[in-house]
């Protein structure tokens, strides 16, 4: 049978990843897809740095005409990242024919109206080379999906791991993963928590029919997490995750993005260092729980190669179709919910002036607002400057919205210092 | 568009997760599968036995003929188990055209070559409501799989779980497995790693493309583990998990069955319970982590409901062709690699007289085989009978044709009591 021809568009790291295993590997990857898979072109603005795969000369080029005009190349893998001129070569490649994959999760978060459904495979966008695409969109179909947990963030996890297990402040955390190739020399979007709302995004829409902007997910990153939360939090039990959550409530759903308390044990406090993890819980199936590489030259090409392998068999364009039927099913979008009416465990911090009766006031406060303590912790500490110490408190379960009113009350009080912090807690 | 007809053979307790599903999620499955799911016949011997859904008493038949002979059913759903009459009822369904869904993993195991790469799909026999055939078979084809450990019989789990938790004995820990439902009267199967190893054998023919006869798998069960094994283990740093394992080393592919200590803290000792787990190694993607419940009357219908919908919109077909390429790749088969040749380091436990000497010469015996040691626990004891007490050993690394022959040559002292245990650790 006739070859089928493909084209790299993006020449970075994961492009060259891609073309290793389409190089290296031929003989498997043809017997997957029926016949084989041949790579006829790379594309990129930079074609004299050297890359880590040795390719033959002629398939490089910086002309994307070369592969709009090719009738023969079906399907293009983008991989250049970023909205533009990601988005525009996209659209381009599409309106020429091309059955496209990507693992460009911020173009699918921000234009995945005009993308999904459409000839687009993308199941390195979330996840590296943990399969959650597929698992959500095909294999758990059965089910409704009452919510999911992720780890999205490999760079916010790998320094979340190396402060929980090394004692290290945050800022050292950042610049180690920087050191490692774990985090990028401006790592705003993996720290402040908006690479995983973009993440949640897709999940969402692949799981709820959602159709959310990223950007309306309320996120908070971890570069708000304190070495000293870490410590508090193993005392009571727990690690401090970067959790991307969505959950599905009988008004509505919820989404959001925050460091969260987990128990440990469980099988996402155990997860460490670059690794990602995603819990998805159906009516059915229960718990189904999803670890792997979230980033990382191959772990990533072995998503795209799948794609690649999926859309060539036809596989991939079954599943387009269906998840157009889900975006066009023409029934009520999802509620967003309020988050203010979402009820948790929180985990809080504060600054106090070391002085008698300072307990008793804040204690007042959660009281007078129906919120339950479960646990303090105040040591005489060495930490102590200037008479202040940290308090910190593990409720019960409160309602979101009692628990600001009352953090607003106790902040007013003159002998609590900024900033204080509040996480959730997952059991 | 006109319904896709479907019907279930064997309306027992998955059968009845599977009306279930399909006669409450009618909405949902639709849009899914691009067109309304139908279930137009159950057929079942026994019609009047109470199931724990309502269906609709002219659904239900006890006549195949009924599903063989309406030309509008699409796809017929096998859930009747075991080799006969399942073997026979399937193989009419397919010469009669229908799409055949199954999660019956003992005849796939057995009758695999007849059945593997026609129109049919098992996403329920390994692993129950966890995608891992989805994965092995679709998502991870850019991969050479380089090992599948595998914790696959949710019965041996459990019982393993309550003799660790609760300091169990293995038969009271039985029956109260039975108690629970999850052990069967006659739990043999499950216990002696029969089960698992027919699970192993189909996850072996996915990822390595291995036709194996699962009794060739070598296999030990759980009914060989006692109570003590699993106190030295934690006192060591390990789990006891009955693992199925395959491996491809240079000189073939290794696959067994056996209880096996696993470090904790790592994911596959952090499984307890009636839960199943899978780690997948590939050479791009690297360690992937698969868990969820491994059987059970809706984890395994969710499996089974996704597999329905693959098969309507057209996907499962795809799989069967690439599955059936696969078997028929026309390369020499991969070789079985002889077990005394694989190497690991391994927990021993002797029963042995409370003597000056004893300890000197069953270590001199390993090292003579140049087996070196790692640990040693002899405890002053009160379990202590006759003047007989256990003697724990845990090795580095040593062939497991030396071990035999070490094994032997202790077995023959004359203050060495049977029986002698040894299991492998993985790290």
Known sequence: MNAAKVAIIGFGTIGSGVAKILLESGKRLGRHAGRPIELVRIVDTDLVRPRNVAVPRELLTSDLGTVLNDPEIVAAVELIGGLEPARSIVLKLLASGKNVVTANKALLAEHGQELFGRSIAFEASVGGGIPIIAAIGQSLTANQVLSIHGILNGTSNFILTQMEEHNAEYSSAVAEAQRLGYAEANPAMDVNGSDAAQKLAILAHLAFGAQVDWKAIPRVGIDTVDVSDLRYARELGYSIKLLA???????GLELHVSPTLVRHGTPLAEVRGAYNAIRVVGDAVGR???HGLGAGQMPTASAVVADLIDTIVGRA???FRALELWSDRGEAAVTLRDPAKSAGR????FNVQDSPGVLAQIAGILGKHAISIASVIQHETEEEADGVVPLVIMTHKAPEGAMSQAMAAIDRL???H???VRMRVRD
């Open 288 to 290: 189904v729980f999803f």
């Open 245 to 251: 959550i969505a959950e599905l409530a009988s008004d």
């Open 317 to 319: 364009a079954i599943t």
């Open 418 to 420: 900024p900033t204080s």
């Open 414 to 416: 003159p002998f609590v």
């Open 346 to 349: 929180y985990y809080l911090r």
